[in-house]
């Protein structure tokens, strides 16, 4: 699952909407309302999402408000009428109330995924964001995540990499002080990309932050002692993580 290094692979006519949404995202400040905002859901989709919601939602036992705060901005960026808001909450409801989810609930995504994968594919992203709402989640969240996404007919490896994601550009997964990181995907975390990202985008992500902490840089900065000593081992990590992201897609090829 996510720990692993490999890209999933993924139909073609997915791969290429998957990448397209996944900039969106990205554009968005991966703020997945906005993104629904921006591309819009099909009307059928929104018993899957607002059930699925809700099997999330009570994942720990209890619902948050961030939860409910969630889906109210899901409801407001696909701008519901009152009865189809009060649709939607009463599929939340059912969501929460579901030990299991039926596997009809995702049916209409499953079998319209392959000719039209948007729909699945958004709302994959949309579920992501609710497991996370308050930063890496934790397993039953992460875990009825991809019951969910599963149900819908997509590979868990989505999910994969829609929280590599999130990791590399959202969560404070690494301070400034942490030592060398010792695989894959910890180096892109740290450099701010994720696995699906080529090499000579993840190349120009390092000479950024290579750039922030040089001491060529700091020279002409009025900086305390101790802020360089923390550049220096910033600057000593991210060398780290570009040299064993190197030798990952040196490894790699044929």
Request: proline share 6%.
């Amino acid at each position: 699952m996510a720990s692993g290094d490999k890209q999933p692979v993924l139909p073609a006519r997915m791969e290429a909407e998957f990448s397209s949404l996944m900039r969106e995202l990205s554009a968005c400040g991966h703020q997945a309302p906005a993104l629904i905002e921006r591309a819009h859901l099909p009307r059928w989709c929104r018993r899957p999402l607002f059930f699925f919601l809700g099997y999330i939602a009570r994942a720990e036992g209890r619902v948050t408000e961030a939860d409910i705060g969630y889906a109210e901005s899901l409801i407001k960026a696909m701008r519901l009428s009152a009865r189809q808001r009060r649709r939607a909450i009463n599929w939340f409801q059912q969501g929460k109330a579901a030990g299991q989810p039926p596997s009809i609930r995702g049916l209409a995504l499953r079998l319209s995924r392959r000719l039209w994968p948007a729909p699945a594919l958004k709302t994959a992203i949309c579920l992501c964001h609710a497991s996370q709402l308050g930063g890496r989640p934790g397993k039953p969240r992460r875990y009825r995540c991809e019951d969910a996404i599963d149900q819908i007919g997509l590979p868990v490896s989505v999910s994969d990499d829609i929280f590599d994601s999130y990791a590399s550009k959202v969560w404070s997964r690494y301070t400034e002080s942490q030592s060398k990181p010792t695989s894959y995907q910890q180096a892109c975390e740290l450099l701010g990309v994720t696995r699906r990202d080529s090499l000579e985008v993840i190349k120009r992500a390092y000479r950024k932050k290579v750039s922030e902490c040089h001491p060529d840089k700091l020279a002409q900065q009025q900086v305390s002692t101790s802020e360089k000593n923390l550049a220096k081992e910033r600057l000593l990590n991210y060398q780290q993580a570009w040299e064993l992201i190197k030798r990952h897609h040196a490894a790699s090829r044929p």
